[in-house]
């Protein structure tokens, strides 16, 4: 297609319960980008793909995030044991050749942690 | 690490007056994007530029991209309405395993009708 799509568009979830957000790219795009946009409309760098493979995990707070891309299936950002902080709207972008050209994001999912 | 700084935060302006926005990397750029994120909607590419002092159009944007590769601007003409949104900037970020495009906090720009 030829527009990132992201599942859910809304996710509650109480402290300490799972999260698992989903992204399709658009097709042809090798690379995924997740970023984190909190209050302060800042965008928090998390991970990067490139096809399945982790480009650069610098930004991922390890301990209860993980992200996969495999072949076939749409990509997923998914959190463990969910905290307050983790509420944000996350977004997933996809490009062609990587960050040096346009990245086009999907519509975001929103995470309220309750 | 690559900071990207962009200032100012907020603008408001009159309909009709010029807005412009400042980003600044703490490291050379190969290239830096621009985009615009409308309320409660998604980043959307404006325009990238790649050459020392480049300058682009687009009807009333004119985006320049500094002689060092380590500044650029966004100047909006005679804003409307529709010019509503937070504009961000943002550079490749690569180096010690990093790979990323890294975003300045943004521009929110309100336009008074």
């Known amino acids: 297609g030829e527009e990132v799509a992201q599942t859910p568009k809304h996710l509650v979830r109480g402290e300490g319960q799972k999260a698992k957000l989903y992204c399709a790219p658009i097709?042809?795009?090798?690379?995924v980008f997740w970023y984190q946009q909190v209050l302060k409309n800042e965008f928090k760098f998390l991970i990067s793909f490139q096809n399945e493979n982790v480009f650069d995990e610098t930004g991922m707070p390890k301990e209860r995030f993980s992200a996969k891309c495999l072949p076939n299936s749409p990509c997923s950002l998914e959190i463990q044991a969910t905290k307050l902080e983790d509420s944000a709207v996350y977004f997933c972008a996809s490009s062609q050749i990587g960050m040096n050209t346009e990245a086009f994001f999907g519509q975001g999912t929103r995470l309220t942690v309750v | 690490g690559q900071q990207v700084m962009q200032i100012p935060q907020y603008q408001h302006v009159q309909e009709g007056e010029d807005f412009t926005t400042y980003c600044n990397s703490s490291t050379t750029l190969s290239n830096i994007q621009w985009y615009k994120q409308r309320p409660g909607g998604h980043p959307v590419f404006l325009i990238q530029?790649?050459?020392?002092?480049e300058v682009k159009k687009q009807k009333r944007l004119t985006f320049q991209f500094g002689e060092a590769k380590k500044n650029s601007s966004l100047h909006i003409t005679a804003t409307q309405t529709t010019d509503v949104g937070t504009y961000f900037c943002a550079g490749p970020h690569s180096g010690a395993g990093s790979y990323q495009l890294t975003f300045g906090k943004g521009t929110k720009l309100s336009v008074i009708p």
């Open positions: 097709k042809g795009h090798s690379y």
């Open positions: 530029l790649v050459k020392s002092g």
